[in-house]
């Protein structure tokens, strides 16, 4: 983490005071639990949380509250601060990159023990590979992009804590599922400084699907599947990303709730 608080995300269902872990000088809850770190080809994990049973259960009460474990960054984060929703091309270029269209939206809420309430201003990063594998404005021994900037960009929460972004279906390299990035911190007029990192997932069997269309077929079947990333493994469970599917132009919307305990 750069220089800022870390925290974890918590889902509150009546929760008492007690209830509530917090993190204090500067220790992250995955330390105070003692979790493992895992490791991939290309990615390095950092310590995961596994909540406690109780608060394992779903809310009615506060829907929007929803533990997520921390994951690793990973090598590829870039903080461009490229402010935009559609994260698809390259500005340098125009060049929109090819995959099933995917909109993204994350609703972030602070945990309190009796409420749920919007972050309003948190910046929101997203960072993933093209359906070839590879990232943008990286340097990597199968591939340099240095300078391109596609599949990546921010955006600012609303009042109601939301973000929107449009991009593609990621693809897939040796060592890794399908995933995307993205990191939640305290924008300029942020009382307290904070940052939560960790990344989404999706379903097997959804990935299979999408990935017999273009441009994915192209390549050779993918060689790591959920159960198999280490790094899924620490938590990826809890961060799969429900998909629904446009029956008419075959495009995928996702909507991902969180709750951080910024106590």
Same mark, same amino acid.
């Given at each position: ?5 870390n !925290?974890?995300? !918590?889902q ?5 005071r007690?209830? %509530?872990?917090r ?5 992250? %809850?995955a330390?105070?639990l ?8 290309? &990615? $390095? ?5 596994e909540?406690p049973?109780?608060l @394992?259960?779903?809310? #009615?009460?506060f ?5 997520r #474990? ?6 590829y ?10 994260i698809? /091309?390259d500005p340098? /270029?125009g ?20 409420a749920?309430? #919007?972050?309003?201003? @948190? ?5 993933h590979? &093209?359906?070839?594998g590879?990232y /943008? &404005?990286a340097?990597?021994?199968?591939? /340099? ?7 990546r960009?921010?955006?600012? @929460? &609303? ?8 991009t593609?279906?990621? =693809?897939w390299?040796p060592?890794?599922?399908?995933h995307?990035h993205?990191?939640?911190?305290? +924008? ?22 999408? *990935?017999?269309?273009? #441009?994915?077929?192209?390549?050779e079947q ?5 159960? $198999?990333? +280490?790094? *899924?493994? =620490? +938590?990826g ?27």
């Amino acid at each position: 983490m750069r220089n800022h608080r870390n !925290f974890s995300a !918590f889902q509150a269902f009546n929760m008492r005071r007690r209830d %509530i872990l917090r993190v204090t000088g500067g220790v992250t %809850i995955a330390s105070l639990l003692g979790c493992r770190d895992q490791s991939s080809n290309r &990615d $390095q994990s950092s310590n995961s949380v596994e909540p406690p049973d109780e608060l @394992a259960q779903s809310s #009615p009460d506060f829907p929007g509250c929803i533990v997520r #474990p921390q994951q690793t960054e990973g090598p590829y984060f870039v903080d461009d601060r490229l402010n935009r929703s559609d994260i698809r /091309s390259d500005p340098s /270029s125009g060049i929109e990159k090819e995959g099933v269209l995917l909109r993204l939206t994350f609703k972030i809420n602070q945990v309190s023990p009796d409420a749920c309430l #919007p972050i309003k201003g @948190a910046i929101v990063d997203i960072w993933h590979c &093209d359906a070839k594998g590879v990232y /943008s &404005d990286a340097s990597d021994p199968n591939f /340099s992009t240095l300078g391109q900037k596609f599949l990546r960009g921010y955006q600012i @929460a &609303d009042a109601n804590g939301s973000v929107e972004f449009t991009t593609i279906y990621p =693809g897939w390299y040796p060592g890794r599922t399908t995933h995307i990035h993205f990191k939640i911190r305290g +924008g300029e007029n942020s009382q307290q400084s904070y940052e939560f990192t960790s990344q989404l997932y999706f379903e097997d069997t959804l990935t299979d699907q999408v *990935f017999t269309h273009l #441009p994915y077929h192209t390549r050779e079947q993918r060689t790591t599947r959920n159960d $198999q990333d +280490g790094i *899924f493994r =620490g +938590g990826g469970d809890q961060l799969i990303l429900k998909l629904t599917q446009d029956q008419t132009s075959g495009s995928y919307t996702g909507i991902f709730n969180i709750g951080l305990d910024m106590t």
